[in-house]
């Protein structure tokens, strides 16, 4: 069963602590993805994995870090969270870079 | 860079009418289009995709490629309630798929 995991979905934090979101998929994708998602908007692209070390930065890089280690496994890191990047936060993964993508269910972050 | 953009940023339509759901883009090198949806408070989920100019259909959702009037279209048959959704169009862009930014449908009963 193609499938794409969050935990946690929701998650609540005081400004300046750090957020750690982790991503599971068990379809062995290459490429895997961060997206935020804000109220009324589109997605925007925070990291995209190409490859276990390999990651490049997206349209919104500032402020967040990521690692991968394990194919199946990609986390975001917030290092000293802040009040604007409460948000919904998608993991997706997709065969490669030019296809179909599956989304995780999402994580809710609520920074305080 | 691909550009993608959608019109209109929101629709309001009758059941049973026919939905258009429009993107334009700026890179015709592009070998990958969908169209993703989303309910509302769910995560996006791939619709169709195409990979050459033309149409391709399935059930009441039809798609259609224009690669030379950088154009891309979403069509749904018999818009139901259960169709009220954000719809995010999709392109490649160098290594990546650029998303644009959403159309909010909502199909009145």
């Known amino acids: 069963d193609m499938k794409v995991t969050q935990m946690p979905r929701y998650l609540i934090k005081r400004m300046g602590e750090n957020v750690l979101l982790e991503c599971g998929q068990d379809m062995s994708h290459e490429t895997m993805y961060w997206y935020r998602q804000d109220p009324g908007l589109g997605l925007q692209l925070i990291y995209i994995s190409y490859d276990v070390d390999s990651n490049s930065e997206g349209d919104i890089p500032k402020g967040y870090r990521v690692s991968r280690k394990k194919r199946e496994h990609f986390s975001l890191i917030l290092d000293s969270a802040k009040t604007n990047q409460t948000s919904v936060y998608f993991c997706?993964?997709?065969?490669?870079?030019?296809?179909?993508?599956?989304f995780g269910p999402g994580t809710r972050l609520l920074v305080l | 860079q691909q550009k993608v953009q959608q019109s209109p940023e929101s629709l309001i339509v009758p059941e049973g009418a026919m939905t258009s759901l429009n993107c334009t883009f700026s890179d015709s090198a592009s070998q990958y289009f969908a169209w993703y949806r989303q309910h509302s408070g769910k995560a996006p989920k791939a619709l169709m995709s195409?990979?050459?100019?033309g149409e391709k259909e399935e059930g009441r959702f039809t798609i259609h490629l224009n690669k030379a009037s950088l154009h891309f279209s979403l069509h749904i048959r018999d818009s139901q309630p259960s169709d009220s959704a954000l719809y995010l169009c999709?392109?490649?862009?160098?290594?990546?798929?650029?998303f644009g930014s959403g159309t909010r449908l909502l199909v009145s009963p």
């Open positions: 195409i990979f050459s100019n």
């Open positions: 997706a993964s997709s065969r490669d870079s030019q296809d179909t993508q599956y």
């Open positions: 999709a392109g490649t862009g160098g290594y990546k798929v650029v």
